[in-house]
């Protein structure tokens, strides 16, 4: 189940790497704020779920392309720069939501519960719910791909000089990529804000999640990325029984383990590198 | 039948059946030739043709899909571009590849650096041995510079200098290595005649050394002036091999070179 | 002579200061330090996330050796350091020649696995970490002020810099010179990059482990929380701010302001972090180069000016 939930994530996270070539720190971030907006949508707006979800994905595609326009586009010079833009923006982010939703308390900072309910079914029916969209949004975005923005932002992705003499303009498919990116962590958040909760440290730990999938499915790929996800969700669920809090520890021997084996990752053909090559 | 190859009998260099393919592209096919020590060789065809492939292959960036390169009587696909590099073979790059933000001195001292005897401890703690080795390096640094005409712009950054004479400093750097084979990628591709016949004289200097060169290049005139024999490539094949003056009136070439432009 | 003043005035500093600045500069001296490591990294073009679980075995190596065995403080560095370099090389082997980008990704994740594992592992002392560190002491002398620490911060850093300083100036130094221009490049003139680059990798890891020796018994306790992945982040914004492309001195200037300037300007501890953020923002878009970077260009058009 929360296989699913990570596999959006990394996805949106893959794309904006692989189009962009920008490591985006904020992936988790923009799931985080997903799911306060879902919660605000639905619990204090009392719009139906559904609703919600799409204003999440919608909200969070949209403030993507703002942090472009507004942060990475000036940024823009080195992959190392991207990596400290973003770096802050999530930080921005994390503290600003910190501070607007919740003090923090010596350990625990405080947490927002939204508990919705989805068409009289209780949570278990809400896990299906969530396995069911992940599923529904990443063939829509399959498909979408194979359309013909689908083949820019891939020509993009390979060279952007050689997309652009080709006619596509950069500009536009980055708007989409960031969008797409954000959007894809932003209906997460929402998804899974009802099976847990919206709480300000959440974006963290799915963002090291994201990158645990995103380095076992392989880094340019997002068949691997659904692949690695549903691997790690039952890793991780698996080892909880057993070792507790050290189960981040069995996935890392996971990845440890299937980096021995396939370098790339499970289907992965490492990117082109960005720095200097 | 060309009469050049006989005068050398030690081909430093074997190209055997060599075949490069990327993805479902076919970039070099089967292709098989000898250059021997010493010798001048220039590689042309059209654009496209896999002139750079072949060097990429040769120096180790690219392994062949099938097919050997041979130099100096042992086999080197698979080794790493370091490795060759170590082993003598030292190339250009077609755009021009240098440290821009160091100066022309520190780019060329560089180019020195698989010179170096000294190991790497010896040399952090500059003990005598490797401050001697260092002084040396410097001082054949400065006789390259005097050589190539740059002594003037030693202490620029590279990235402030006209392209023209970034070249110039890329032939240094590959001088410095001391190699036995010298590829040049288009030296002297969009310079001005006047630079060009600097340029060509350097590499007559560099032949004069000993040094064996395999030279790509568009400029028709620089390389039926300078290379005593063509190696004509089209499509990743090979299509000509000889002395420039029957390559000029070969009837493949031309059409290569025609149906291109046709295009 | 220009040097010699430093060095005089870096001696008498513990009198020339008060107690709290010494404090400061104590622990500007372990952020240099880390920040050295990182750029010296960056030469070779690679960017790690992990420095400061690096640190970490530093500082722990000492805190465990000497609550738990007993230990004398001095061979503790050394333990730290060689265990932080066989770590660092271990990853480096593996993940160095898949490229800057997986080096880069696995840097943060095995940071991360470390900084978790010393934490979660009660024989470690779990979140709470260690406390209760006896001083260093050499013979009967027993370390008992700012000033002991602070020179032997500055004899730690001296030889961190001087080391850098040498390989910079020597084969190495142009290897990584050269890789940083490119990597192809780097490879055409003969350099093993992979070999390079890791043994950067190693030398820096070692370095930062000292640095987290020193801290630990500076502070005589070690909460893994100071450890995390905010502070290898941190450590990057030092070279950012001094100068990416000073290597010695970018990490001197950046740790020193990003120390001293939040001292003098008081604000919550909520609104830092955002503030801090914003600055990185800033220095990025209008100071790519950093400080240094500013005051080259300020020096170099200066010198056209003059010379007209």
């Known amino acids: ?277 | 039948m060309s009469i050049g190859r006989s005068h050398w009998k030690v081909p430093i260099l074997e190209v055997r059946k060599l075949s490069k393919e990327f993805g479902g592209l076919r970039a070099l096919h089967n292709l098989e030739f000898e250059v021997s020590k010493g010798e001048m060789l220039g590689l042309i065809g059209p654009n496209g043709a896999g002139k750079t492939t072949l060097f990429n292959v040769i120096t180790g960036f690219y392994q062949p899909t099938t097919g050997k390169v041979i130099y100096e009587g042992k086999g080197i696909s698979g080794l790493e571009p370091y490795e060759i590099a170590q082993k003598g073979i030292v190339r250009t790059f077609q755009g021009t590849i240098l440290s821009m933000d160091s100066t022309v001195f520190d780019n060329i001292l560089m180019g020195c650096h698989l010179n170096f005897r000294a190991g790497v401890i010896r040399d952090f703690l500059h003990t005598a041995a490797a401050v001697r080795e260092d002084r040396e390096m410097r001082q054949r640094v400065q006789e390259i510079l005097e050589f190539i005409g740059l002594d003037q712009l030693k202490n620029e950054l590279a990235g402030n200098l006209p392209h023209g004479q970034q070249r110039a400093v890329a032939v240094a750097m590959a001088l410095a290595s001391n190699p036995r084979l010298l590829l040049l990628d288009e030296p002297v591709t969009g310079m001005n005649p006047v630079e060009t016949a600097t340029m060509m004289d350097h590499i007559r200097n560099i032949r004069g050394r000993g040094i064996t060169i395999i030279m790509v290049e568009h400029d028709m005139r620089a390389v039926m002036n300078i290379c005593q024999r063509l190696i004509v490539l089209n499509y990743g094949q090979k299509i000509a091999d000889g002395l420039p003056v029957e390559i000029r009136q070969n009837k493949d070439v031309i059409e290569a070179y025609l149906g291109r432009e046709e295009e | 002579m220009a040097l010699g003043l430093v060095v005089l005035f870096l001696i008498l500093l513990p009198w020339i200061v008060d107690k709290y600045s010494l404090q400061l500069i104590i622990y500007t001296m372990t952020y240099i330090m880390l920040a050295l490591g990182f750029s010296l990294c960056w030469k070779g073009r690679l960017i790690r996330v992990d420095l400061a679980a690096y640190w970490a075995i530093g500082a722990y190596a000492t805190g465990m050796l000497m609550t738990k065995a007993g230990w004398s403080y001095w061979p503790t560095i050394l333990v730290g350091g060689l265990l932080a370099a066989i770590i660092a090389w271990g990853v480096g082997s593996l993940t160095i020649p898949r490229g800057g980008l997986v080096f880069f990704t696995f840097s943060m994740l095995v940071g991360l696995l470390i900084q978790q594992t010393l934490a979660a592992s009660k024989s470690f002392g779990g979140w709470a970490g260690i406390e209760s560190m006896p001083p260093p002491a050499i013979g009967s002398f027993v370390f008992k002020g700012k000033t002991e620490y602070y020179f032997l911060g500055l004899f730690l850093l001296g030889v961190n810099f001087v080391t850098y300083y040498l390989l910079y100036n020597s084969k190495i130094g142009r290897g990584w010179t050269a890789i940083g221009s490119g990597v192809g490049f780097a490879k055409s003139l003969g350099i093993n990059v992979v070999r390079y680059r890791l043994s950067a990798v190693v030398l820096s890891s070692f370095f930062c482990a000292v640095s987290g020796s020193y801290l630990a018994s500076y502070q005589m306790y070690i909460i893994p929380d100071s450890f995390g992945f905010h502070q290898s982040m941190m450590i990057q914004m030092f070279s950012l701010v001094g100068g990416l492309n000073n290597f010695l001195a970018g990490p001197v200037v950046g740790a020193a302001v990003m120390t001293f300037i939040p001292e003098y300007l008081k604000v919550t501890a909520e609104i830092e972090p955002i503030l801090t953020a914003v600055v990185i923002i800033l220095v990025i878009i209008f100071m790519p180069l950093g400080i240094l970077g500013v005051v080259g260009k300020v020096w170099r058009s200066s010198l056209f000016v003059r010379n007209r």
């Open chain 1, 1 to 277: 189940m929360i296989g699913g939930v990570y596999a959006l994530v990394a996805s949106g996270f893959t794309l904006i790497l692989g189009v962009m070539k920008i490591f985006n720190f904020a992936q988790g971030q923009f799931y985080m704020l997903g799911a306060f907006v879902a919660y605000g949508v639905a619990v204090s707006l009392g719009l139906p779920y559904v609703v919600a979800l799409i204003i999440s994905i919608l909200s969070m595609g949209l403030l993507g392309v703002l942090v472009y326009i507004g942060i990475i586009k000036w940024t823009y010079s080195g992959f190392f720069q991207t990596v400290m833009a973003t770096f802050a923006f999530s930080t921005i982010a994390k503290q600003g939501s910190l501070l607007t939703f919740g003090y923090r308390e010596k350990v625990l900072p405080a947490v927002v519960r939204g508990i919705i309910e989805v068409s009289n079914v209780t949570v278990p029916g809400g896990k299906l719910f969530i396995i069911f969209v992940a599923i529904l949004v990443m063939v829509s975005l399959h498909y979408f791909l194979k359309l013909k923005v689908g083949t820019s932002m891939r020509a993009v992705a390979e060279s952007m000089d050689v997309a652009s003499l080709q006619g596509i303009n950069p500009t536009r498919i980055f708007y989409l990529t960031m969008g797409i990116g954000c959007g894809l962590s932003g209906i997460a958040g929402g998804l899974i804000a009802p099976v847990f909760c919206a709480s300000v440290l959440m974006g963290e730990r799915i963002f090291i999640m994201a990158l645990l999938v995103v380095a076992i499915g392989g880094m340019g790929s997002m068949t691997g990325a659904l692949l690695a996800s549903c691997v790690i969700g039952v890793v991780e669920s698996f080892a909880y029984q057993f070792v507790g809090e050290l189960n981040l520890v069995a996935i890392f021997i996971l990845l440890a383990v299937i980096i021995y084996f396939r370098p790339g990752g499970l289907m992965g053909k490492p990117l082109p590198i960005p720095t200097a090559e």
